[in-house]
């Protein structure tokens, strides 16, 4: 009886925290072999497995801690510097020619944008652009109309790939292709993390932003499979620009930046304000018309985000 007493007394002993993790093996010595040596109440077998439990814990703590000194503080600088970070030319690009819009809405003029192009880092879409607005093209913006009004960003239609567009281009010599537009955007893409169209940039598109980019798909070619990209409606030709009222980071995968608004952008503002068709693509009968492959559809997507007034260039050009 008295060495069951003497136990009692002991075990509270058990319920304090190890100060090392060299005590662990304590509970073997402590613990144990009186349960074989006496016989105990529940709940003495109770307070010596809620101490061994204690030990185990507090020796794991120990363990954890230890190692957590050991590591050493220059971990996590490593770390960081391994983390991709941004090119320091992305944020610098200085323009290397300016170029202006003068903008009217519906025959009224607004103001003028004045446009800086980034020759150096971008030199095909800055050299597309400018010989575009200076004529030099054998085409111009001129007379040309603003299409499509979006809550980041306004977009130009740019020129017609037919009719007078195209011939006057073709007499001048002139390639609207997007091709090396496109190789082009796929550098700038890669070598430019995060947002690209931030606000006031002019970019142009060389992908619809409205449909979704184009998947790599297996084709059959001469009898040899190759991998080509699906087609998704008509692509642009070149010409069509946007130009950001904010961040619009939906633009990075199809606008190619090729400058900065330097002056005008309360113009800009000014014609992301003017009304434009609203979209229905929430109505049932829309949904079950696309399902259906309803050609109207097409026709009706392509009037979602229109001006109801007409936002035209009156004169366009360079200025150095």
């Keep these: 009886m008295l060495q069951n007493l003497k136990f009692l007394q002991s075990t509270p002993q058990l319920l304090q925290p190890p100060t090392s993790a060299a005590s662990l093996p304590q509970l073997h010595s402590t613990c ?3 349960l074989k040596q006496f016989k105990i109440s529940r709940r003495e077998l109770t307070i010596c497995s809620n101490s061994s439990l204690l030990l185990l814990l507090g020796s794991q703590a120990l363990k954890s801690k230890a190692k957590a000194e050991e590591s050493s503080p220059n971990d996590n600088q ?7 970070t941004p090119n320091p030319n992305c944020g610098n690009k200085v323009p290397t020619k300016r170029a202006f819009l003068d903008i009217a809405i519906d025959g009224e003029p607004v103001g003028r944008i004045v446009i800086g192009l980034y020759g150096d880092d971008v030199p095909v879409g800055a050299a597309r652009f400018g010989s575009i ?4 093209a054998g085409i111009s913006y001129r007379r040309k109309e603003f299409v499509k009004i979006m809550p980041n960003y306004v977009q130009h239609g740019g020129l017609r790939s037919y009719g007078v567009d195209a011939e006057l281009a073709k007499r001048s010599g002139s390639n609207l292709a997007v091709e090396n537009l496109r190789e082009e955007w796929e550098r700038e893409y890669e070598k430019c993390p995060g947002v690209k169209n931030s606000a006031g940039t002019v970019s142009i598109l060389v992908r619809d932003p409205s449909k979704p980019p184009p998947k790599l798909k297996l084709v059959a070619r001469k009898g040899k499979l190759e991998i080509d990209e699906e087609e998704i409606g008509t692509e ?3 010409t069509e620009f946007v130009i950001s009222i904010m ?3 939906e633009l990075d995968a ?3 930046v090729i400058g900065q608004v330097l002056n005008g952008m309360e113009v800009v503002k000014r014609i992301g304000q003017v009304k434009t068709v ?3 693509t929430a109505s049932p009968y829309f949904r079950v018309a696309k399902l259906i492959g ?3 559809v097409v026709v009706a997507e392509r009037g979602f985000n229109r001006p109801y007034a007409k936002v035209v260039i009156n004169n366009c050009g360079l200025m150095d």
């Excluded at 490593?78 to 991709?84: D, G, I, L, S, Y």
């Design 32 to 34: 144990f072999p009186i």
């Design 78 to 84: 490593q770390e960081e510097e391994n983390v991709a």
């Design 133 to 136: 607005v200076s004529g030099a």
């Design 236 to 238: 642009p030709n070149g």
């Design 247 to 249: 961040d619009s980071p």
């Design 254 to 256: 199809s606008a190619l």
């Design 278 to 280: 609203q979209e229905n």
């Design 294 to 296: 309803d050609k109207r």
